[in-house]
Nanobody, 126 residues
Framework: VQLQASGGGLVQAGGSLRLSCAASGRVLSRTAMGWFRQAPGKERVFVAAISLSLESTRYADSVKGRFTISRDNDKNTIYLEMNNLKPEDTAVYYC????????????????????WGQGTQVTVSS
């Protein structure tokens, strides 16, 4: 499975961005896909996830109510709509696919991810 992320950029605080992640290769329906982010000098942390076969999503507390994850199964693509962005959202955002957590998104973590995308930079200025 190959993951291609896009949509990052520079935005002012309060603004919006939409990230996309297109998956290619052997993408199984029993897969969770999501986003992690890594700020300079910090660990990569979970942001949001969605199951490709269940009506299930999960968000980090820091983005609840501001970010929305969605999917287009026909295109094997997920999206992250980011609204009311804050300077602390600045990070490299990585798309991820996890075949073990599709039915229990709470289990998705850095250690369960099977495939990573290349990362896209999101910078929020104050």
């Amino acid at each position: 499975v190959q993951l291609q992320a896009s949509g990052g950029g520079l935005v002012q605080a309060g603004g919006s961005l939409r990230l996309s992640c297109a998956a290619s290769g052997r993408v199984l329906s029993r897969t969770a896909m999501g986003w992690f982010r890594q700020a300079p000098g910090k660990e990569r942390v979970f942001v949001a996830a969605i199951s490709l076969s269940l009506e299930s999503t999960r968000y980090a507390d820091s983005v609840k109510g501001r970010f929305t994850i969605s999917r287009d199964n026909d295109k094997n693509t997920i999206y992250l709509e980011m609204n009311n962005l804050k300077p602390e959202d600045t990070a490299v955002y990585y798309c991820a696919a996890d075949s073990a957590s599709w039915f229990r998104l709470a289990a998705m973590s850095r250690t369960t991810v099977d495939h990573w995308g290349q990362g896209t930079q999101v910078t929020v200025s104050s």
